[in-house]
Structures are given as C-alpha cells and as structure tokens.
C-alpha cells in the first residue's frame, strides 16, 4: 500500500465506517450517506482555519487592487520600482500574496484522499466489495458482514445520474442541483458589483489598458458560467453518493464565504437584507 493511502486514504476511509457503524447500531434509517454527510462535514471543519486563512487573503488582495491599478499606472514603465512599490503596499496592508495558496495547496492531497474514499464506498461492483473495505480497516469490530443500504431519500447512492432511463427521471436533478450551488459559490467568489466604473481614457495604451481589462472580466465572468457546468456534467456520470459528498462540501462552503467574504459578484441577485460585504 502506497504512503498516501496509509497517512490519508485509510484513515478517512475508518472514519466513514465508524460513522457509519454507529449510525446502524442507533437504527437511523439511510445510515450510508448520513455517514457521507458526517465525514464530509467534520473534513471540511478541520479544514475551516485553512480555508478562513485563504477566503481572507483573497479579500485582501481584490481590496489592493485600485491601489496596484495605480501603481501599475505610475511607475509600470519602470520595473524596479514597479516592484518596490507593490512590495512597500504588501507590508503597509500586512498582505502576503502567497498566503491564499499556501492553505489551498494543503488541501489539495485531502480533497483527493476524500474522493477516492467515497469512490471506493459506493464502487460495489468492483471485486468483493465487502472484503476489499474490511480489508482496510484498523479494527475487527468495523468490519462489515453485508453491503451496505444504498438507499437515500429515494435514490441509490451507487446510481448515477447518465442511467435516468432505467433508474428515473428524479436523480436528473442531482447534477442540476450541483451546478446551481457550484454557481452560487462561484458568483460569491467574484468582487461585488459597483454603480461606478473608472475609465481610463489617456492616449493609445490608456484604451489599450481598458480593453484588456474589460477582456478579463469578460472572462472571468464565462468562468463562472463554465464552471458550474463543469462540475454539473461530472456529477452527470458520477455516483450520486459522490455528489452527496461534493454537494455538503459546497453547502458548507458557501457559508464560511458569506461569513468571511460575504455574498460578493451574487449580490445583484439578491434582495438588500441579504447581501453581506464580509468581515
């Protein structure tokens, strides 16, 4: 077994059967993705100082960005001081550029761990699947005697939604749910809209300058769009089980973002009570 799956892929693969394990013996009824809930929820809490860490710095550096337009704008032509500038702003505001990456690059070997667990919990048709788990557990006690319940509210975990012919036009709604909420986090994750816009209108490479940022925004405007179709397209093809994972993972998300960043570029959609420009 290779060292990724002892340090992380195991231990989070125990995690779930514990949770499973004790739901059963409390008789609750869908006790598989209760226990994907559960272990998605307590990961993601772990994970919340990280992503506090990074959703913060992020904020930070959008804040920055009139001020690195104008320095960009004053001393652009000269590198050094370019530079200097930009670095002399970093240490007045107490903002290090590398500090949202640093905890998103953490992440990263959980997030794929977490994955191929549940890939692994819901895969029952690979091989014995009943031995391949108990194979994989630190104690005895966790072994499981029979397949677990695939059963929750309705669809089976193990179903995916690219199979609506045969299993129903109801688990059609697991993708599209899943985009909608991948959308939301993405529209939240955007700045927030203005009533104003600065124009820069000063020879050639002042409308130069424009166009290449209304190009930008352009795009990161598709992104939002792209993405949540994306992600709603894997969840397609996927095991509803994995987009049970994926879909508590957003959830959660979305309100770590709209307590730190708030509801950012979501805001035009929502009435005025609601919007939250963050801490």
């Known amino acids: 077994m290779n060292p990724f799956d002892v340090i992380l892929t195991q231990p989070i693969l125990n995690l779930l059967v514990i949770f499973y394990k004790g739901l059963i013996f409390l008789h609750m009824p869908a006790a598989l993705g209760l226990s994907i809930i559960l272990l998605t929820m307590v990961i993601r809490l772990a994970l919340w100082p990280l992503t506090t860490t990074q959703l913060k710095s992020s904020k930070k550096m959008a804040e920055l960005k009139p001020h690195l337009d104008r320095i960009k704008t004053d001393h652009g032509h000269d590198k050094v001081r370019h530079q200097q500038e930009i670095s002399k702003l ?28 549940l890939l692994r919990i819901v895969d029952f048709g690979n091989g014995d699947f009943v031995t391949r788990i108990n194979s994989q557990l630190y104690f005895s006690l966790l072994n499981l005697k029979e397949l677990p319940s695939t059963n929750f509210l309705g669809l089976s975990l193990a179903a995916k939604p690219s199979e609506w012919s045969t299993v129903g036009f109801l688990i059609l709604l697991i993708p599209v749910i899943t985009g909608v909420l991948q959308f939301v986090q993405s529209k939240m994750l955007s700045p927030q809209t203005t009533s104003t816009k600065a124009v820069v209108k000063k020879e050639g490479s002042g409308e130069k300058k424009e166009s290449m940022e209304d190009t930008m925004a352009s795009m990161q405007s598709q992104m939002t769009l792209i993405m949540p179709a994306m992600i709603a397209f894997f969840s397609y093809g996927f095991p509803v089980g994995l987009s049970l994972y994926w879909n508590t993972f957003t959830v959660i998300g979305i309100v770590q973002q709209y307590k730190i960043s708030g509801t ?11 919007r939250k420009s963050g801490q």
């Open 264 to 274: 950012g570029g979501l805001d035009k959609y929502l009435p005025e009570k609601w």
């Open 90 to 117: 970093y240490k007045e505001h107490g903002v290090n550029p590398l500090a949202g990456c640093l905890p998103l690059l953490l992440q990263i070997p959980v997030f794929i761990a977490l994955y191929q667990v």
